[in-house]
């Protein structure tokens, strides 16, 4: 796993933690597809957190072409893609991310 993966990862792990301090009854998983993409002929690694109750997914994409910047995907299980964003890696926090899981995951 590269550094810049796996220190995005425990950022996630750590905004997940504030979200479930926060939202106790909605339950989430983290993932982590450091080679998943790369079999598949992407060169990005992913960060997933899933909503399984929902149906709701986000995607944190990390793309080798855009080492500054994040793609973050809001969708549901099967794979359909609602919005895209990116974001400035740099500029990324927890507070953002846990804005994000608040948005897609709480009704």
């Known amino acids: 796993m590269s550094k810049k993966l796996q220190d995005l990862s425990e950022m996630v792990a750590r905004a997940n933690d504030v979200f479930y301090s926060k939202f106790a009854t909605v339950d989430t ?3 982590i597809m450091d080679k998943t993409l790369r079999k598949q002929g992407m060169k990005a690694d992913a960060i997933t957190i899933d909503c399984i109750a929902l149906d709701k997914k986000i995607v944190i994409l990390l793309h ?3 080492p500054d ?3 973050i995907a809001l969708g549901n299980k099967e794979g359909d893609i609602y919005s895209s964003s990116e974001y ?3 500029k990324l926090s927890e507070t953002a ?3 994000i899981m608040a948005a897609n995951f709480i009704s």
């Open 69 to 71: 910047f994040v793609d």
């Open 88 to 90: 400035e890696l740099a």
């Open 97 to 99: 991310l846990v804005e």
């Open 29 to 31: 998983l983290m993932g």
């Open 64 to 66: 080798d072409d855009k």
